[in-house]
């Protein structure tokens, strides 16, 4: 029996609480009004200068109809509806009272004193400060235009979660990708599947899954299968494509403009490809550099034509989007194949080699500094032996890509070796790696 009192007098207390816990009804007031019965429900209908309140919510519009036991209004005509800094404005809204939900389906737009958020349909939650908006999204404030399918704001976190079709515009790019969360205030954006980051002036964009922004120190993380795309005009009006890939990209924003490819990168070009572990391509200017990092095993790889070039470091310089020079640094080796014949590979080794090009292609090639190299020779297109030279200096001069000249400086010393002795041997002539 005891047992049984104490249950009674807690659920006495519980409802108690429950029915002291008020309900809070809104008010409306206007120019004229008048009610009626609709299906059995009380409904007042408010004209003219109408002034709708909840606690700190207000609302004015031309016309309101107010359904008295649900605690709810339907919205017509110039409707404002304003929380603190909040403003939000539609031609006709619906009011929810007991859970304090806006919504509108007539065009709606929100301006909290930083941003301007707009969309054919929306909810706004007055108790978390929170607006949702559908179809047709777009969000304003000073730096950045973003429009998307859906978008959920929080006011109070100055934060945005984008979805569907996301695009995203500022001075410079364009960002387009499935999803996106943006912090107002610190200016960091978040961006997930299908990313598309395209720099309009630079002809540039770059496709991942996934992607990072921070505006300061204006860094931009992208990861996920990252690859980049330049698309360049040549004089007589071609097109030449770069492609970059790798595991992650980031771009600076600053004064270098440039995007660092790292981990498995792969270069493809008309003129020129390359593997290695990390490439930056500065985009405001014809440069690309690849370089060995401190704890690689192996050094960069690029291909020009026929060619094999590897190096601690290698520089590729454009000129109208043309091969003009390519630098390589340290520990540096060619290797050329010969069309007709296999394994008849000239080579050529130094501490750094540079090769100049012009309108038909390679013109000359530097190497200096403990040079080493091997040569096949031909007479009338027939294999004539080779040339093992040393020098501290080589200098080879080409005309339609084929050598016509060959200068050597510095202690130089040559060696011959006749055809008869090297056929079915050349495996056994290389430089030292």
Not at 54 to 82: D, S
Not at 184 to 202: C, E, G, H, Q, W
Request: hydrophobic share 35%.
């Amino acid at each position: 029996m005891r047992y049984t009192i104490t249950i009674l007098i807690s659920l006495f207390v519980t409802f108690s609480a429950f029915a002291q816990k008020e309900r809070q009804m809104i008010t409306v007031n206007g120019d004229s009004l008048f009610g009626k019965m609709i299906n059995g429900e009380m409904v007042r209908e408010v004209h003219g200068n109408v002034v709708m309140t909840q606690g700190n919510v207000r609302i004015t519009c031309l016309k309101a109809i107010q359904y008295l036991a649900r605690n709810e209004a339907e919205l017509i005509g110039k409707v404002v509806v304003k929380q603190d800094s909040v403003i939000i404005n539609t031609d006709i809204g619906y009011y929810y009272g007991d859970t304090k939900v806006a919504h509108s389906k007539s065009g709606i737009s929100l301006f909290d004193g930083h941003v301007n958020l707009s969309s054919k349909n929306g909810y706004y939650y007055f108790d978390e400060k929170r607006a949702f908006f559908y179809d047709n999204v777009k969000l304003y404030d000073q730096l950045t235009n973003l429009q998307s399918d859906r978008l959920t704001y929080y006011n109070d976190e100055d934060k945005a979660v984008a979805a569907g079709n996301v695009e995203v515009r500022d001075s410079s790019s364009i960002l387009f990708a499935d999803s996106l969360t943006h912090f107002r205030d610190t200016k960091i954006s978040f961006a997930y599947n299908n990313v598309l980051i395209y720099d309009p002036k630079n002809r540039l964009a770059i496709f991942a899954d996934r992607l990072e922004d921070y505006n300061n120190p204006n860094y931009t993380k992208i990861y996920d299968n990252p690859f980049l795309v330049k698309v360049d005009t040549t004089d007589n009006g071609q097109l030449d494509t770069l492609i970059i890939s790798s595991k992650l990209m980031e771009s600076y924003d600053d004064s270098t403009k440039r995007v660092v490819a790292t981990d498995s990168v792969l270069i493809a070009r008309k003129d020129f490809a390359s593997i290695n572990e990390i490439t930056i391509l500065y985009r405001n200017s014809d440069y690309l550099y690849t370089y060995k990092p401190e704890n690689a095993t192996s050094q960069p790889v690029m291909w020009n034509e026929n060619t094999q070039l590897i190096g601690d470091s290698i520089n590729v310089y454009l000129q109208n989007n043309k091969l003009k020079r390519l630098l390589i640094n340290s520990n540096a080796s060619i290797i050329s194949s010969n069309e007709k014949y296999d394994f008849k590979y000239d080579q050529i080794s130094g501490r750094n080699i540079e090769m100049m090009f012009g309108e038909n292609g390679l013109e000359k090639t530097e190497v200096t500094g403990s040079v080493l190299s091997i040569y096949y020779l031909f007479e009338d297109d027939e294999p004539n032996g080779l040339l093992k030279s040393s020098s501290e200096r080589t200098v080879i001069f080409f005309e339609d890509n084929a050598v016509t000249e060959v200068k050597f400086y510095g202690n130089p010393v040559s060696e011959y070796h006749p055809e008869n002795l090297i056929e079915g041997k050349e495996k056994e002539f290389t430089i030292p790696s």
